[in-house]
Structure formats: C-alpha cells, structure tokens
C-alpha cells in the first residue's frame, strides 16, 4: 500500500511536554544502574559471570509476563497513566532496596520482583505516547528522544559522582585500588533510581487520560498474537530475539570494556574522564548521544526510506560495533581509542533504525484495539525472552572467553559480531521490502 497523506494537526506544547517528560524519567530510571550492574555485582559483590547472567535474565522476566498483565489491563480494564503511576513508585521503593543486599539469593529475588513490576512500564509508555500523537511518523522521535537524553543525564551524573565521591587519589593508589572504590560506589546508582522511580509515579498522574479500548475478543493478547502471525512482523519477531541477545553483550560487557581505559586516566581519556565520569558508562553516553542525531532524522528518513532499509542499517551498525570492539587490541595505539570511541557511537544506529523502528512498525502493522498488548508483546521478545537469552549466553561467553582470569575481550565480541550479519542476510532474504504499510484501522 502506498503512505498515507493525511495531514494530522500540530503536536500541543503541553502534551509534547509530558510525554517528553515521561520518557525522560522511564528511561533515566533504567540507565541510572544498568550499564553498571556487570561491574557492581562482579567487582564489588564478587558474584561469578555465571550468577550475573542470571540476574541479567531474571530481570527479563517481567517483559514476559508484560503482554499477560500490563498489556491486558491497559488494553481492557485500566486506564495506563494509572497503571504506570503505581508500578513506578512499588518500583522506585524496590530498586532503592538493591543497592545493600549483598546475597546472591536476596538479590536474585529482589531484582525478579522489581522487574515484574518495572519491565511493563517500557511497553505501556510506547504505547501511551503513540495513542495521543496526532502523527506517529512526525511527532514520536521528537517524544522519544527525551528518554535518550534522561539516560545520558544518569549516565554521565553517575561517572561524575564516581569520580569526584568514590576515586580515590594519592601517589599510593594503584589502578586496583581505585576501581574497588569505585565498584562500590555504584550501590548509589540504585538508590538515584529509586527516587527517579517514585518521581515518576507522581508525575504520572498528570499525563492525559488513557482508557482502556472495548475490542473483538475479552483477551487482548490473544487478538495482537494472530496479528502478529502476518508479514512482515512474523519476520521482526523471530529476528528480535538474536537481536536482542547481541544487544545484551553491550550492555552487559561494554561497561568493564570501557572501564579498564578509563582508569589509564593517560592523554586524551584523562579528558573524556573530567567530562562523562568514570566507571564505563558515562562513557556509554556517547552512544546515547548518537542516538539523539540519529533519533532526530527519524522524521524525515521514516519516511523516505523502506522499513526494510532501516532495519538493515541498524544491523550492519550492530556488526560493526562488534567489529570494532573485537578487534581493538590489535589496532595501533593512535587508533585503539577513536575505534572503540566510533563502536560506541554505533549504538544511537543499532537502537534508532532497528529498535525504535521495530516498535514503529508494531504499531502501524496492528489493529488500534490491541497496540499496548501488541507492544507488549515486542517489549516480551527485546526486554524478554532476548535479554533471558542474551544473558545466559554472554555469561558463558564470557567464562569461554576467560584467559589466566581476564577476559579476552578480543573473543568475546566475536560472537555477537557474526550473529548480526547472520541476522542482516536473514532479513535481507525474509522481510517483505517496500515502503511502510497504512497503519490498521480498528
């Protein structure tokens, strides 16, 4: 079908405004802690690769759950802005909890329980957004963007207060030192989110009202499943979950990677450290800060070029960064740094023509009765079933990839590496090319 060419009437200053917002604060909660968990829970908690990997996956489990509950409810039963209020404060009181459990098992538990409740909150703020964008192509970059911008305010908050609380300094302090320090600084990290978390349940009684949408069938869930068995988001779903695990290597060891040049603290990185922190994922940001260019072209390139183009980019841009990181060490000392610095900024492709297109697509490919479950449902396959995945299997690569107890970043990388390009011939082969479709009436 060719693209429609209504002419929708201006997103409100008001509403752009609280929408903004909320994704501000959705995502701030989330990077506050994640691009540091590997090295809290490794370096200060002294939990195995093995252990972390579960922690990663149990985290995953309430995207799973998500199309079952949160999706259903808000589909049917309760209006989102509600549901959203109450989840994020039950949230910002559990995750303020994580920063002094000190046990496998209690961890293990609280960060179940915290997922069940937050991992919903993803989907659900899509959702809510594209129910009152008068023009979803136009007007969701310039909302969602904001979410990327509150990740690289923690992110970089974070790295500065490692820096200036938790390094310490002195001719007697070695590198070991100083990282130990800092890993145990990170416990903060949960307790920013957790007032983030409570803050945004406050804040999320003031967004507009959102009810529940009367469909075909009492169960949403099981609607969005038979519409998701059509093309081409029967192909973007098996896809999701490779994609998903390659997505989990970065967040799960791109922090450490990045930690250990950081604490060189030699030349150019000593600059970089005094402007994003230390700690790896004020270094993160740059890729967060990619994503805001990449975000902000996504009004005037979604609608030039096909889904199917999009989608291939952001996978040769996950092959490259992988690329680019696996092959760091053996690059000249001139060009280790800008290399992994460019693997970094990848990240704002990977997420902006494959993700946030991804979520583009479910909504325009499904009936308006059952897009919060629908969304859900992609949310269960990213944040879910992929992150569950992904992180069993980076926890294995990486003890496969252990040499004389340090990891060969080298081998690591490898593997996520390859999987992305198998990932672009499957979709170059499978997914339906052409422009994007009319989005679904009810």
Not at 136 to 143: L, N
Not at 297 to 310: A, E, F, N, Q
């Amino acid at each position: 079908m060719s693209t429609p060419t209504t002419s929708a009437p201006p997103l409100s200053r008001d509403l752009h405004f609280k929408l903004s917002a909320m994704m501000f604060l959705q995502y701030a909660i989330w990077g506050a802690w994640l691009p540091l968990l590997w090295s809290f829970l490794s370096g200060h908690r002294g939990f195995t690769p093995a252990q972390i990997g579960d922690m990663f996956a149990v985290g995953a489990l309430g995207a799973i759950v998500a199309p079952f509950i949160a999706g259903q409810i808000a589909d049917r039963w309760f209006n989102t802005e509600k549901f959203l209020a109450i989840s994020h404060v039950l949230g910002g009181l559990l995750v303020w909890k994580l920063a002094e459990i000190d046990t496998y098992s209690g961890f293990l538990a609280f960060s179940l329980i915290y997922s069940l409740i937050y991992s919903p909150t993803l989907a659900l703020t899509n959702s809510l957004a594209f129910h009152h964008l008068p023009d979803r192509d136009r007007d969701f970059g310039r909302v969602r963007v904001w979410g990327t911008v509150g990740w690289i305010a923690v992110g970089i908050g974070i790295g500065q207060w490692l820096l200036h609380r938790h390094t310490p300094v002195g001719a007697d302090m070695t590198a070991e030192i100083i990282q130990k320090a800092q890993f145990a600084g990170m416990a903060d990290a949960f307790k920013l989110s957790g007032l983030l978390g409570v803050a945004m349940g406050v804040f999320c009684w003031f967004l507009p009202a959102t009810p529940p949408a009367k469909g075909k069938q009492k169960s949403a869930v099981f609607e969005a499943v038979g519409e998701i068995k059509r093309q081409p988001l029967l192909t973007l779903f098996l896809l999701a979950v490779p994609v998903s695990c390659i997505h989990q290597f970065y967040f799960v060891h791109t922090g450490p990677f990045l930690g250990q040049f950081q604490n060189e603290a030699k030349g150019f990185i000593e600059a970089v450290n005094k402007i994003v922190g230390v700690g790896g994922g004020g270094l993160m940001t740059v890729g967060q800060m990619s994503e805001l260019g990449v975000l902000a072209m996504m009004p005037y390139v979604s609608k030039r070029l096909s889904r199917k183009t999009l989608l291939a980019a952001g996978l040769i841009a996950y092959a490259l960064r992988m690329f680019l990181f696996a092959n760091a060490a053996s690059f000249p000392d001139a060009v280790r740094l800008p290399a992994i610095i460019l693997g970094v900024t990848m990240h704002g492709f990977c997420f902006g023509c494959f993700i946030f297109i991804a979520f583009m697509i479910v909504d325009e490919e499904t009936t308006v009765d059952v897009r919060a479950s629908a969304q859900s449902l992609f949310n269960l396959v990213i944040v879910g079933i992929g992150i569950i995945v992904g992180s069993k299997i980076a926890g294995a690569v990486a003890e496969w990839s252990m040499v004389n107890g340090k990891l060969d970043y080298s081998k690591l990388f490898t593997v996520p590496m390859w999987t992305a390009i198998a990932c672009l011939v499957l979709l170059l082969a499978f997914y339906p090319g052409g422009k994007k479709t009319e989005t679904k009436a009810a």
